[in-house]
């Protein structure tokens, strides 16, 4: 399984940015897709989750603020991220968790950088 994230960048505080993230590859009896970020000098934290069944979970930090969607058909998880703090820079990564025989299998993009900054 291969993601792909995509739609990071610089935003003022306030702003909007969404960030996108497709899946590829043997992508069979994948459950749960989220995203993590990580700041600098900080330990990557969970930002939010979505089930395929569409079950959602999302940080404390985050609530009311960002909303996690995914399109089954496309294979793509989004993050569409408002009211953005500058605590909420960071590298965002995004999670596949693939059910398989015995376990679960964790794959992980390379990340997209979010900057907020005026």
């Known amino acids: 399984v291969q993601l792909q994230a995509s739609g990071g960048g610089l935003v003022q505080p306030g702003g909007s940015l969404r960030v996108s993230c497709a899946a590829s590859?043997?992508?069979?009896?994948?459950?749960?897709m989220a995203w993590y970020r990580q700041a600098p000098g900080k330990q990557r934290e969970l930002v939010a989750a979505?089930?395929?069944?569409?079950?959602?979970n999302y940080a404390d930090s985050v609530k009311g603020r960002f909303t996690i969607s995914r399109d089954n058909a496309k294979n793509t998880v989004y993050l569409q991220m408002n009211s953005l703090k500058p605590e909420d820079a960071a590298v965002y990564y995004c999670n596949a968790v693939q059910v398989v025989a015995g376990g679960n299998i964790d794959y992980w993009g390379k990340g997209t950088q979010v900057t907020v900054s005026s």
């Open positions: 590859g043997r992508i069979f009896s994948i459950n749960e």
């Open positions: 979505i089930t395929s069944g569409g079950t959602t």
